[in-house]
């Protein structure tokens, strides 16, 4: 099936796979999800179709990048004026689009401190850059993470990257992994104040004593979903700054509004972050990442040069700016609270039909179902987790593995998914799982 245009494209299924078995690296070739290869051809909101026009709801967002609907009219029409005029600009120049969208960012971070903006091309390096600025800013090299996060595959974001098949030779040093208060299979069972005195001890003993700062991710996304508990961010946020380090929240998948209850993830526990990491739903699937850090924190940089090639490109910006005007004209955060809400209970129904489910959890548009052999030893299984995500391809659910164990299906979908979706994804997770354990 070859269409003719501009540049002529075969979508079938089968040159699609030869040309990338040929010329794609190892490196880009292995993360392949299904079995068996699909080729989407086209989106519209939280909808998408494959190469033979079958249509699928989307509950991976495309890897979480697209926060308000696949080719959402606004978002196109903003990338595609700016693209017209001048696609690039060099940060070396002024553009107004770019800054303009980091007074937007710096308006809906909290109003008690001053706020600055970074651009760069991706979340991982913002990851990078935050991990810089930490060090520059405190003069400490030592960093903390939490044990089974995920930051981005740069040698850098690898480094505090808690899952060992993300993880490759030769990763920057001076970090120490925390454990991460996981209220489903923390090595501290249930509560806070555990892993709060685990960065206590590490600070204490894995740590020169004085630190750069730490980074959490509001709510683990490839983790496999992992909400922190109340108290967990704000005490973790007080240790660290009595070491002499900054607050670093990777707002990258749980930010933009996904949760429902905030604009950020942090918010929910009344933290104030140092420095806040975001990337993917900026730009609804246009590439871009932004830091956006306390002023006196990024002041220090202005020493030495850093530059991002496409960071605070006109054209994502300007897709970026519309994504923040499409989420406060459609509510998309009331929506992913409403929707969320609605789509976890129907999880919780699964779980006491099915034993084969540990645990569900979640919050807004950031939904879990994770998978065991054994309940009451919670027992990781990755085979039941594959079976139910092939059969969910055949009831036209799009999901995602994820977790240290692979052992759970994450469902984070564009925030436009509605109502009138939360049955028909229902029931096809009921489909699904049926079929798996008849």
């Known amino acids: 099936m070859t269409t003719a245009g501009f540049l002529d494209t075969d979508w079938s299924i089968e040159n699609t796979a030869r040309l990338r078995d040929q010329y794609y690296a190892a490196s ?18 939280q909808y998408l179709w494959d190469a033979e026009d079958r249509k699928y709801t989307d509950l991976l967002g495309m890897n979480v990048c697209i926060s308000v609907g696949h080719a959402h009219p606004q978002v196109v029409a903003a990338a595609m004026e700016q693209a017209q005029s001048l696609t690039h600009c060099t940060t070396m120049f002024y553009h107004p689009t770019p800054a303009h969208l980091a007074q937007e ?57 808690g899952i060992s098949s993300w993880r490759h030779p030769g990763m920057p040093g ?15 069972g249930a509560g806070t104040d555990p892993y709060l005195d685990e960065i206590e001890r590490t600070i204490a003993t894995a740590t020169t004593g004085q630190i750069a700062g730490i980074l959490v991710e509001s709510v683990q996304g490839y983790g496999g979903i992992v909400k922190m508990p109340p108290g967990y961010m704000s005490g973790a946020a007080e240790r660290v700054r009595a070491a002499g380090g900054l607050y670093i929240a990777d707002e990258v998948q749980s930010g933009f509004g996904r949760t429902g209850d905030n604009m950020w993830g942090f918010e929910a526990d009344g933290v104030v972050p140092d420095i806040v990491v975001m990337a993917k739903g900026i730009g ?14 990024a002041a220090p940089m202005a020493d030495k040069f850093l ?35 609605a789509l976890l209970q129907h999880l919780q129904h699964l779980k ?15 939904l879990a179902m994770e998978f065991v ?16 995500f092939e059969a969910c391809r055949e009831q036209g659910l799009i999901l995602s593995k994820s977790g240290p164990h692979q052992s759970c299906l994450r469902m984070v979908p564009p925030m436009c998914l509605s109502m009138d979706d939360v049955d028909h994804v229902a029931d096809g997770l009921d ?8």
């Open 174 to 188: 001076n970090v120490a992994f925390v454990a991460e208060p996981n209220q489903y299979r923390g090595i501290f």
């Open 352 to 366: 006491q039909k099915y034993s084969i489910i540990g645990d569900v959890r979640g919050t807004g548009l950031m």
């Open 28 to 45: 880009q070739s292995k993360f392949v999800p299904f079995a068996e290869p699909m080729v989407f051809k086209r989106g519209s909101m």
């Open 105 to 161: 960012l710096a308006q809906c971070m909290p109003s008690s401190v001053e706020w600055v903006v970074h651009f760069t091309n991706s979340g991982a390096e913002a990851i990078d850059l935050a991990m810089t600025m930490a060090r520059t800013c405190t003069g400490n090299a030592d960093l903390l993470a939490l044990r089974t996060a995920y930051h981005g595959p740069t040698a850098a974001a690898q480094s505090v990257t």
């Open 431 to 438: 489909q699904a799982l049926s079929a798996t354990t008849a």
């Open 373 to 388: 052999s054994d309940r009451k030893a919670k027992t990781p299984d990755k085979n039941a987790t594959s079976a139910v």
């Open 284 to 297: 609804n699937g246009f590439p871009l990442g932004a830091v956006v850090a306390q002023k006196h924190v």
């Open 307 to 341: 530059f991002h090639t496409y960071g605070a490109n006109p054209t994502s910006c300007a897709a970026a700016r519309a994504v923040l005007k499409v989420i406060r004209e459609e509510k998309l955060q009331a929506n992913s609270k409403q929707v969320g809400e």
